[in-house]
């Protein structure tokens, strides 16, 4: 639970926050299985990387020293592959990192809602009403997906992609960590409950249309 963030400035006339919480804060290197491959290649890039800056670094030696240098061409290339590398594999978690701790999360009446603690504003919501799509991946650290367009019938017909569609948007790739679509609640540990809490607001919007 997180109660360090003012929702009512938010809230519409008659909403009432029913649960409050915040991601899990820990740093991670996989974000999400969607990318989970950019790891390995981050790592694999700073690997190889690592040659070049060591040759580099031998090459300006080599100049102080001896007042003569090794061709460093591929040096400088292979430095290129150190920074990429860096960026994907600890950077970019690590903004992912920041990115978490700066999150606050609530349910109420009517809505999901996600704000921003450093600007004190909401920046994702969505109403939860009878065709609301709610998908959890359950675990010790839930994260529950809340997508209004999508329908049962659509999600079982998406076709299962490795990435997210707009993954060659450098700075998403780089530094978003992951893609929100709709509201999304990561990393909660109390992740089932909320999951229930939203069952059963949808299945009372649901009764409230019928009658």
Not at 91 to 115: F, H, I, S, W
Not at 118 to 134: E, K, M, R
Request: glycine share 8%; no cysteine.
């Amino acid at each position: 639970m997180s109660e360090d963030f003012d929702w009512t400035p938010h809230l519409w006339d008659g909403e009432e926050v029913l649960w409050q919480g915040r991601p899990d804060g820990r740093f991670r290197f996989f974000l999400q299985t969607q990318n989970i491959a950019l790891i390995p290649i981050g790592l694999l890039f700073l690997a190889v990387g690592s040659i070049g800056v060591l040759g580099l670094l031998l090459s300006l030696v080599s100049l102080i020293v001896g007042g003569s240098v090794a061709p460093i061409e591929e040096s400088f290339v292979m430095v290129l592959f150190f920074v990429v590398g860096g960026l994907i594999s600890i950077v970019r978690p690590r903004v992912d990192q920041k990115r978490r701790q700066n999150r606050r999360y609530a349910v109420t009446t009517q809505r999901a809602l996600v704000a921003d603690h450093g600007n004190q504003q909401v920046v994702a919501a969505t109403a939860i009403t009878d065709d609301l799509y709610i998908d959890a991946a359950l675990g010790k650290f839930t994260t529950v997906k809340l997508n209004a367009w999508m329908n049962a019938k659509e999600a079982r017909d998406m076709p299962v992609v490795l990435f997210d569609r707009d993954m060659f948007s450098m700075q998403k790739v780089l530094f978003g960590g992951y893609t929100e679509k709709g509201v999304e609640l990561r990393y909660l540990t109390d992740g089932r409950e909320v999951k229930n809490l939203l069952h059963e607001l949808k299945t009372n919007a649901a009764e409230t249309n019928t009658i």
